[in-house]
Nanobody, 124 residues
Framework: QVQLVESGGGLVQAGGALTLSCAAS????????MGWFRQAPGKEREFVSG????????YYADNGKGRFTIFTSVAQNTVYLQMNSLKPEDTAVYFC?????????????????WGQGTQVTVSS
């Protein structure tokens, strides 16, 4: 059973930066497809970024492309999401997810494990 714990969220002004962390236990992140999703109030959960275990190739949704970077630390067994140039529309709860049989990285289907989420609030 993989457990994921996110941290690093908070309140930041527009244009600022945050780095979210997702610490995994019970499994090795390099053997899973790891994804970051977010959900704003009143909106559906949406894909932000992902990293496949097979190729290590990163995926980015248009909502963060060019501003967000996903990377892992094998030593820390942690996946990170570095977010720069934050905008008020980035305000959401950010969730980390992991799966061994994820066929479509941007789809939440296939991710077996989810963290509890961390709140990111960007003020204008």
């Amino acid at each position: 059973q993989v457990q994921l714990v996110e941290s690093g969220g908070g309140l930041v002004q527009a244009g600022g930066a945050l780095t979210l962390s997702c610490a995994a236990s019970g499994g090795t992140v390099s053997l899973y497809t790891m994804g970051w999703f977010r959900q704003a109030p009143g909106k559906e959960r949406e894909f932000v970024s992902g990293l496949t275990w097979s190729s290590g190739s990163p995926y980015y949704a248009d909502n963060g492309k060019g501003r967000f970077t996903i990377f892992t630390s094998v030593a820390q067994n942690t996946v990170y999401l570095q977010m720069n140039s934050l905008k008020p529309e980035d305000t959401a709860v950010y969730f980390c997810a992991a799966g061994r049989n994820v066929r479509i990285v941007p789809s939440s289907v296939g991710y077996e494990y989810w963290g509890q989420g961390t709140q990111v609030t960007v003020s204008s």
